[in-house]
């Protein structure tokens, strides 16, 4: 049987810019070419925004008719979860972390599943079997949570292989090894997936990587079909979808033609001047320029270093800006400056982090889980973000503090409240501003105001695997 994986289009990418395009027709490619496939897999964030504008969902169908003129030659085995009715190519997805949201409020993935576009699967297992051969492949998704909890999620969820079939488990998570993860929390490591699978296959990080193949946790990342964050191993590394013949145990990566071109330059200024500095830019990008593309390329450039030149980053990106897609940035140091361990810790910290250590030193307290209530507001779950600081208790040798805080606080409605949905929620103004502060640092999806409480999943203050599984 042959199954092709088509991971991360992340459509709406860029809308309303340059780059409104490219994650369609990057997609529209891989669809195209893997029609022909008895099985498609799209392990999450197939959409950039959980609730994407009905324009990106309108063009994204075009994308997914492409499968329409496909064969089915699948038909549910006794031992799947889920049976569904498809048209053409059969098609299974997860939804990935940008598409996650609140339990009780449907996600765009579960939309196209209602719409006969595609399966939806999260801890469950679709099992089909070929109705000429009679061979059996098991897929079993868990779609994405967040970091902190996916341990404890595949934990309870806990997938076994179907006898006598190619067993596939999907998921769309960090997984240790591969990218960045939080000392502080737990996170997927190899030794977390689990045994006895013939493929694991992993959505969310952007670059390919099949060098587990063969190996006890053959785990493959298929990357992403655009890049969204122009890091350096994007650069090096195409973009594309993979293909799986069960029959031989091949996997294969495939690279596609459509994306942009991308190039990711880092320039050392150490002592240079202004001009010089600008010299080498000029000599960097006439080396790009030089190449032909039919798209402008995306280029990031990374000034590092030790100087005290002055360098504007805003000529830089005007001088170039008809020519490429570009980001630069600077990451030297001047002289007067110290490399304290304290800066260089600050320095390399993510924006999450740093969002996390406004939020604790704006609402510093024995009593204040910081933590929890950053992973509501990020998620914009602020009803329950306000339920969880009224439930808080402050500590009990401060009550002068709480009863001053008390006669100063200014009451503010949330949108339920003035509908009269439930009972009266109110919070302090410095908490509001810190929610505020919050979603400008870290950033949310302009589209999910409207979405309601879902405190009732909350339980003093933290969140259980019931949220998620």
Same mark, same amino acid.
């Given at each position: ?15 309303? #810019?340059?780059?409104?395009?490219? @994650? ?8 195209? !070419? ?8 799209? %392990? ?35 031992? &799947? ?129 099949? #060098? ?9 990342? %298929? ?7 122009? !890091? ?42 202004? &001009? ?9 990008? =006439? ?16 000034? @590092? ?11 830089? !990106?005007?001088?170039? !800006? ?12 001047? @002289? ?10 600050? #320095? ?9 250590? *406004? ?19 990020? =998620?914009?779950? *602020? ?7 009224? /439930? ?24 339920? /409240? &003035?509908?009269?949905?439930?009972? #009266?929620?109110?919070? /302090? ?20 105001? &409207? ?19």
């Amino acid at each position: 049987m042959k199954i092709a994986i088509v991971s991360d289009t992340h459509f709406g990418y860029g809308w309303e #810019s340059e780059r409104s395009n490219d @994650s369609f027709d990057n997609a529209r490619e891989a669809f195209r !070419r893997t029609v022909d496939a008895d099985l498609v897999i799209l %392990p999450g964030d197939i959409y950039d925004h959980k609730v994407p504008k009905q324009e990106v969902l309108g063009r994204s169908i075009d994308c997914f008719n492409e499968y329409r003129d496909g064969a089915c030659n699948l038909v549910f085995a006794e031992e &799947s979860d889920v049976e569904y009715e498809f048209t053409g190519t059969p098609l299974v997805a997860i939804h990935g972390t940008h598409e996650r949201r609140s339990r009780g409020f449907m996600n765009p993935i579960e939309l196209l599943d209602k719409m006969g576009y595609l399966l939806h699967l999260h801890n469950e297992k679709a099992v089909f079997e070929h109705a000429e051969t009679g061979e059996k492949v098991a897929v079993h998704g868990m779609s994405g949570v967040p970091e902190r909890y996916a341990p404890g999620v595949l934990e309870k969820y806990d997938p076994q292989p179907v006898d006598d079939a190619y067993n596939i488990f999907m998921f769309h998570q960090s997984v240790e090894k591969f990218v960045y993860t939080s000392k502080d929390h737990a996170a997927l490591t190899l030794e977390h997936l689990p045994d006895g699978f013939d493929l694991l296959v992993d959505g969310h990080i952007h670059w390919y990587d099949l #060098s587990n193949i063969g190996k006890d946790k053959p785990l493959i990342l %298929p990357g992403s079909t655009i890049s969204t964050q122009m !890091r350096k191993i994007e650069a090096e590394k195409p973009k594309g979808y993979v293909t799986v013949d069960t029959e031989t145990g091949d996997v294969t990566f495939h690279e596609l033609e459509t994306p942009r071109d991308q190039y990711y330059e880092e320039i050392v200024v150490d002592d240079m001047s202004s &001009s010089e500095i600008m010299q080498v830019v000029d000599q960097t990008m =006439e080396k790009i320029l030089d190449n032909d593309t039919v798209k402008r390329p995306l280029v990031r450039i990374v000034l @590092s270093g030790k100087t005290d030149a002055t360098v504007k980053l805003a000529d830089i !990106r005007k001088q170039y !800006r008809d020519d490429v897609v570009l980001s630069v940035s600077k990451t030297f140091k001047t @002289s007067s400056q110290t490399a304290s361990p304290d800066t260089f810790k600050e #320095s390399t910290k993510s924006v999450a982090e740093r969002g996390k250590d *406004l939020l604790q030193s704006k609402v510093d307290g024995d009593g204040m889980h910081v933590e929890n209530l950053f992973e509501l507001l990020a =998620e914009e779950q *602020l009803d329950a973000a306000v339920d969880f600081v009224e /439930d808080l208790e402050l500590p009990a040798d401060e009550p002068d503090d709480a009863t001053e805080a008390t006669k100063d606080t200014e009451t503010v409605q949330t949108d339920a /409240d &003035s509908a009269d949905t439930g009972p #009266s929620t109110e919070v /302090d103004q410095e908490t509001a501003e810190t929610m505020q502060t919050v979603d400008t640092v870290y950033g949310t999806d302009e589209a999910d105001d &409207s979405e309601e409480s879902d405190s009732q999943l909350i339980n003093s203050g933290d969140r259980t695997l019931s949220d998620f599984s």
